[in-house]
């Protein structure tokens, strides 16, 4: 059986209207509306449109350096992304940690479901196509206006920095009225956010296990609210083109867990800092700061010292054994 391709490389070229990705679907860009629902805009008056391929294919080469398609990002070969004109692929490697969490376009569809009763005052991504085979999730979704925070935060005064404190805090409050008994994502799939976690643990991420490492830290565990649970720097979406608008994306660890979390994620994640190159971890610091301080005067109560703790024992622990 012939290797399967690192998941960076899974999109490859045809020639310069058409690509293969994943060994089986094929993306083309056509002048005409397509009549597939499958389909969007190239941003310059033509369309993407995406469909099954049906094998043998064309000979492939690696992307060209002049493709419209860009590699946006590439984690460790678990994860890759791609813009496609006004959408976004993305691209995981699933296994026995991943394989029962809930999807994101399931979250997505739930979000944009009006039934769900979902207050959404922020953008976020429509689904536009998603596909899972040999161990691969494929989801292509619709692109937010405007850039990351990451990318804007430098070049923007003070009192648009506070804006976007202020929508994601109320974005957070929004969420957490939508509530459930259990720990899961919407589906009551399973939620895998890590960083809930004690270091290292080797348990999943069922209900139970979430639940004894939240109760492990002093967590309230008598309801649960639902959060995104990674409003990091590059998953938030800042437009600048009349006012300042915030939108979310990547939604993958989305899901209920307890009140106390919400602003103690924003107190303990680094994972959730800026990365500019020579800052110093202050400033590194200062969007997840700012967000947990907000969250503070609006009622939001953290475990910070209680995860620290936990984590700077577990580590301890960890490397002694070693």
């Known amino acids: 059986m012939q290797a399967q391709k690192p998941v960076r490389e899974s999109i490859l070229e045809i020639d310069d209207d058409s690509w293969i990705i994943g060994d089986r679907l094929l993306l083309s860009r056509q002048s005409a509306v397509p009549s597939s629902p499958y389909f969007w805009g190239d941003?310059?008056?033509?369309?993407?449109?995406?469909?099954?391929?049906?094998?043998?294919?064309?000979?492939?080469?690696?992307?060209?350096?002049?493709?419209?398609?860009?590699?946006?990002?590439?984690?460790?070969?678990?994860?890759?992304?791609?813009?496609?004109?006004?959408?976004?692929?993305?691209?995981?490697?699933?296994?026995?940690?991943?394989?029962?969490?809930?999807?994101?376009?399931?979250?997505?569809?739930?979000?944009?479901?009006?039934?769900?009763?979902?207050?959404l005052t922020f953008s976020t991504p429509i689904v536009l196509f998603h596909k899972e085979y040999d161990?691969?999730?494929?989801?292509?979704?619709?692109?937010?206006?405007?850039d990351t925070l990451e990318n804007a935060w430098p070049d923007m005064n003070e009192a648009n920095k506070q804006a976007c404190v202020r929508q994601v805090v109320n974005i957070c409050k929004d969420l957490a009225q939508i509530k459930n008994d259990r720990m899961c994502g919407v589906d009551g799939q399973e939620l895998s956010d890590a960083w809930i976690k004690a270091p290292r643990a080797l348990d999943g991420y069922s209900h139970e296990d979430l639940l004894r490492h939240c109760k492990e830290i002093g967590m309230g565990c008598e309801e649960f609210v639902l959060h995104h649970c990674d409003m990091g720097p590059t998953n938030v979406i800042v437009d600048q083109t009349?006012?300042?608008?915030?939108?979310?994306?990547?939604?993958?660890?989305?899901?209920?867990?307890?009140?106390?979390?919400?602003?103690?994620?924003?107190?303990?994640?680094?994972?959730?800092?800026?990365?500019?190159?020579?800052?110093?971890?202050?400033?590194s610091?200062?969007?997840?700061?700012?967000?947990?301080?907000?969250?503070?005067?609006?009622?939001?109560?953290?475990?910070?010292?209680a995860w620290k703790s936990r984590f700077s024992k577990r580590r301890s622990s960890t490397n002694g054994d070693s």
């Open 43 to 119: 941003g310059q008056g033509a369309f993407f449109v995406i469909c099954e391929g049906t094998p043998p294919f064309p000979q492939t080469r690696p992307l060209s350096p002049t493709s419209q398609i860009r590699l946006v990002n590439d984690a460790g070969d678990r994860n890759a992304a791609w813009r496609i004109g006004e959408a976004f692929l993305k691209v995981q490697a699933l296994d026995s940690r991943t394989v029962n969490r809930t999807r994101e376009h399931t979250t997505l569809n739930y979000l944009h479901d009006p039934t769900n009763n979902v207050t």
């Open 285 to 305: 610091k200062d969007w997840r700061q700012r967000v947990q301080l907000l969250l503070r005067q609006e009622g939001f109560v953290e475990v910070e010292e």
């Open 135 to 146: 161990n691969r999730y494929y989801l292509i979704t619709s692109r937010v206006p405007g």
């Open 242 to 283: 009349d006012g300042c608008t915030v939108g979310i994306i990547d939604w993958e660890v989305t899901g209920y867990v307890p009140k106390e979390w919400i602003r103690t994620k924003f107190c303990v994640c680094w994972a959730m800092d800026f990365d500019y190159p020579g800052e110093d971890i202050e400033k």
